[in-house]
């Protein structure tokens, strides 16, 4: 899924990468529609996370957002 042509988007970059979406978005549907699946790992084992319930309640897509940090990227 990309943004609709002409539409206005939102860009923003993730590892260094530039992605662009439509407007109310959330960062996990940004990343979801931009192939990434994981965007961080655990701190005991160092497995993969990504979105998991999707509805603010567990921690597993727990992202740094400009200066604010562990922000849930599902809501």
Do not use: H, K, Q, Y
């Not at 970059?13 to 996990?28: C, Y």
């Not at 192939?35 to 597993?60: E, H, K, N, Q």
């Amino acid at each position: 899924m990309t943004p609709r042509e002409g539409a206005r988007t939102i860009r923003f970059t993730f590892d260094g990468r530039e992605l662009a979406v439509s407007p109310g978005t959330t960062v996990a549907g940004a990343l979801l529609a931009s192939d990434v699946r994981t965007w961080r790992r655990s701190r005991r084992s160092g497995a993969a996370r990504g979105l998991f319930c999707g509805i603010g309640t567990c921690f597993d897509c727990l992202v740094d957002v400009n200066d604010e940090v562990a922000v849930r990227a599902c809501v």
